[in-house]
């Protein structure tokens, strides 16, 4: 099936921590090449997952939307576009970081992690200690994104962390097309994950990227979710 994202409002809704700014940047280039009209929700770290919804509800009000987002913003849109089949043009998923219950997966416990040691240690202790043990590129954005969602950034990993995706038998029932991006060497969104939502969904494909590529330019993200969305 032929993807038309021309002249279709697609919402992107940020990975856990993240922020507004670095999904512009990972998307906005390759959508505005296809013609997509890109709207790019703030999180709201009080109300994490409820305000990523209330934003694809309010988009899709005047018609059908496309959807999609960074990890635990990827896992909300898709389970958006299963509950609104009618609605949703296409999912553009960006490292899908786990399938179903979040369980053991690296990035929920990565996230419970993380806010334990920010109510524990603080914002400024936390923030280096992240940017000792991160590539450079992901410690800038981070230390940006987590200054601005303080003092409730623990509040919106710990949501997160316990957020259900979908899961493959829900996936199977995904009737808009899906668009995956994973990384070959991202322990933290295991490649695996992207590779069951492709194979559970009826109309999806995968391309994949590095953590260096992603790095040296963010819109490789983007690029590789409408990639994937061009085989199909």
Same mark, same amino acid.
Request: no cysteine; net charge negative; charged share 20%.
């Given at each position: 099936m032929a993807v038309d994202l021309r002249g279709v409002t697609t919402v992107l809704l940020p =990975?856990?921590? @993240? #922020? #507004? #700014?670095?999904?512009?940047r990972a998307f906005s280039g390759p959508l505005q090449r296809v013609g997509a009209q890109l709207v790019t929700p703030r999180p709201?770290? =009080?109300?994490?997952?409820?305000?990523?919804? /209330?934003?694809l509800d309010t988009a899709a009000a005047t018609g059908r939307i496309g959807v999609g987002g960074v990890s635990i913003g990827a896992a909300v849109a898709a389970a958006w576009a299963l509950a609104h089949p009618d609605?949703?043009? /296409?999912v553009l998923a960006a490292l899908p970081a786990w399938t179903g219950a979040p369980g053991s997966a690296p990035a929920a416990a990565?996230? *419970?992690? @993380?806010?334990?040691?920010? *109510? *524990?240690? =603080?914002? /400024?202790?936390?923030t280096t200690q992240m940017r000792v043990s991160s590539p450079p590129w992901l410690a800038q954005e981070l230390t940006r994104s987590w200054h601005a969602q303080w003092p409730q950034l623990? #509040?919106?990993?710990?949501?997160?962390?316990?957020?259900? /995706?979908p899961s493959r038998a829900e996936l199977t029932r995904l009737a808009a097309p899906l668009g995956v991006a994973a990384a070959v060497d991202d322990p933290i969104h295991p490649l695996q994950v992207g590779v069951d939502w492709v194979s559970a969904a009826p109309h999806a494909a995968l391309h994949v990227v590095t953590l260096d590529e992603i790095g040296a330019d963010a819109a490789a993200l983007g690029a590789a979710c409408?990639?994937?969305? =061009?085989e199909l």
């Open positions: =990975g856990t921590g @993240s #922020d #507004d #700014d670095y999904v512009y709201q770290p =009080g109300q994490l997952i409820d305000g990523y919804v /209330a934003a609605r949703a043009v /296409a990565a996230a *419970r992690h @993380s806010a334990a040691q920010l *109510r *524990r240690d =603080g914002l /400024a202790a936390t623990p #509040d919106a990993m710990e949501e997160a962390a316990e957020y259900v /995706a409408l990639a994937a969305l =061009g």
